[in-house]
């Protein structure tokens, strides 16, 4: 019911309504589940034939809901990679926009989670989970609904943080999102998902049509130009 492929390097965008399958897709990537029927391949590979431990440390997977464990900051940032040094943590957090929380932190990536309580907002949450997927030194980065539940300003630190992905260190991105906005102004390719199935996949400028994601989310859609970006009026 599937079939969507992708270059190293490409910003890919999968989009529909909740519930149409987009995260399983994410899920299928890590190889969560197995397909039963069909194969989900990587450079050629069929993944049920690849180490899982060896393919999940090249996928950077960024979940919806961001779990700060007990310990430090620097622990947490180090869950999928422990020898990940100071350095190489600056990088990541660099790259996801964190730098400045981490600067703010009083005794830095040793401050202990349970200092900081519910003082994380929810975009700060998203950049942490994006400076953890990064601080692996992924190939593939797997953003999943990372502008959920976020304020304006926090959606367009994420977003911007993203797009650097591509843009600054030639990696691969495979992002899920029902952000029509985020699809528009980060995605080459996009694909759009309804009930499990793929209705429609190309370049992101053809995916700019009224009626098709009017189709696609069942309300009228309009896309409108705003300071050079495009915007989806629902």
């Known amino acids: 019911d599937v079939s969507i492929a992708f270059e190293p ?12 399958g987009k995260s399983t897709l994410l899920k299928l ?27 999940r ?7 919806q809901d961001t779990h700060l464990f007990v310990g430090t900051i ?20 660099e790259a996801a926009a964190l730098s400045s929380l981490i600067a703010r932190l009083p005794q830095g990536y040793d401050t202990p989670v349970a200092e900081l309580g519910d003082s994380l907002s929810g975009g700060e949450r998203q950049r942490t989970a994006l400076a953890r997927a990064l601080a692996q030194e992924p190939e593939l980065i797997l953003p999943d609904e990372p502008t959920a539940a976020l304020d304006w300003q926090a959606q367009r630190d994420i977003l911007n943080a993203v797009a650097a992905l591509r843009r600054d260190f030639a990696l691969t991105v495979f992002m899920v999102t029902h952000d029509l906005n985020a699809v528009f ?9 309804r009930e499990g199935r793929l209705i429609w996949q190309g370049d992101v400028k053809d995916a700019m049509q009224p009626e098709l994601l ?12 705003c300071n050079g970006r495009k915007a989806a009026l629902f």
């Open 57 to 63: 440390s090249s996928i950077g997977y960024m979940t």
């Open 74 to 93: 620097g622990d947490n940032l180090r869950i999928a990679r422990e020898d990940a040094t100071d350095a190489e943590l600056d990088s990541a957090c």
């Open 185 to 193: 102004n980060l995605a080459r390719k996009v694909a759009m998902l």
């Open 9 to 20: 390097g490409e910003m890919v965008c999968v989009t529909g309504r909740s519930g149409s």
């Open 214 to 225: 009017s189709s696609l989310y069942g309300v009228p859609i309009a896309i409108a130009d």
């Open 29 to 55: 990537l890590m190889r969560f589940w197995d397909p039963t029927s069909g194969a989900v391949k990587m450079s050629g590979r069929d993944l049920r034939g690849v180490n899982t431990s060896s393919l």
